[in-house]
């Protein structure tokens, strides 16, 4: 996968605010696919998909403790684009008009 598909395929995963509030969950703590329906009130096989996007884009990781699957942020950077994300869309930007 070239860097424009790559690109491409993270603004698609960005896309979606179940995988938003996903990404912002993980960026507090790794979490099991149960704590991630649990706390996004979605169907479990709906998350997985949305679990299988956010891996598909490098955005989230996926580790195997015995028969729980937990998942975190891929990497420190995935880290920083959730936090500028989350900064931006709480930043009044009419101010700057």
């Known amino acids: 996968m070239d ?3 790559r690109l491409s ?3 698609r995963a960005l896309g979606c605010t179940v995988r938003l509030a996903v990404l912002q969950t993980l960026a507090e703590a790794e ?3 149960g ?3 649990d706390r996004m009130g979605v169907t479990q096989p709906n998350m997985s998909n949305h679990l299988a996007v956010l891996r598909s884009a490098g955005l989230v990781s996926a ?3 015995g028969r729980i699957v937990r998942y975190r942020l891929a990497s420190a950077e ?3 684009l959730v936090s500028s994300l989350t ?3 709480n930043t009044d930007l009419q101010k700057g008009q």
């Open 78 to 80: 995935v880290a920083d």
């Open 63 to 65: 580790h195997r403790f």
């Open 31 to 33: 979490a099991s696919v």
């Open 87 to 89: 900064l931006l869309a």
């Open 9 to 11: 395929a993270i603004g």
């Open 35 to 37: 704590e991630l329906t």
């Open 3 to 5: 860097s424009n598909d």
